[in-house]
């Protein structure tokens, strides 16, 4: 799906920041009219025949992260992922917590580089994801000993 309607971008936007949501740079960008942003959130889904068409820069994102559907799947669980290889100029692979920093960096690179497709994953299947893109990508990853999501320890919750 490609957000392209300025009131609904707009109202996603409010919702990511309400939320702290770190895909809001995406949402922002689209909305201020700086790039396009589409996401595919379903493994049965195929890619967009919109994105093929979109001329300008496009942040498409595929969301193999574990909320909200509690797991990940990795590539081999993705209709979509050939035709989103294909597709990306760039590929950056988020296999690591959300960090706003991360998301606005690859907004602002989508002017330059016009169709980069973002995975959002879990730390286990970072490297899954960068194997089946036999091209240089960038992977944010958890420092070594850490993982995404990192299971909740309930003495720090008090």
């Not at 068409?53 to 942040?59: A, E, S, T």
């Not at 290889?85 to 917590?97: D, N």
């Not at 994953?121 to 089946?132: C, I, L, Y």
């Not at 091209?135 to 909740?152: A, D, N, T, Y």
Request: proline residues 8%; aromatic residues 8%; charged residues 25%.
């Amino acid at each position: 799906m490609i957000v392209t309607n300025k009131a609904a971008l707009e109202a996603a936007a409010l919702r990511a920041a309400q939320c702290q949501a770190p895909q809001l740079p995406f949402l922002r960008a689209a909305a201020d009219g700086r790039h396009e942003f589409g996401l595919v959130m379903n493994p049965e889904n195929v890619w967009p025949s919109k994105a093929e068409k979109i001329r300008g820069p496009l942040v498409m994102l595929i969301a193999d992260d574990p909320s909200p559907s509690g797991f990940s799947i990795g590539p081999d669980g993705w209709k979509c992922r050939h035709a989103a290889k294909r597709w990306a100029r760039a590929t950056v692979i988020h296999g690591t917590g959300a960090d706003l920093d991360h998301y606005r960096a690859i907004s602002d690179a989508a002017a330059t580089l016009f169709r980069i497709l973002v995975i959002e994953t879990d730390s286990k299947h970072v490297d899954a994801w960068a194997d089946f893109f036999d091209r240089k990508v960038l992977i944010f990853k958890p420092p070594p000993g850490e993982c995404h999501p990192c299971p909740v320890q309930r003495e720090r919750l008090h």
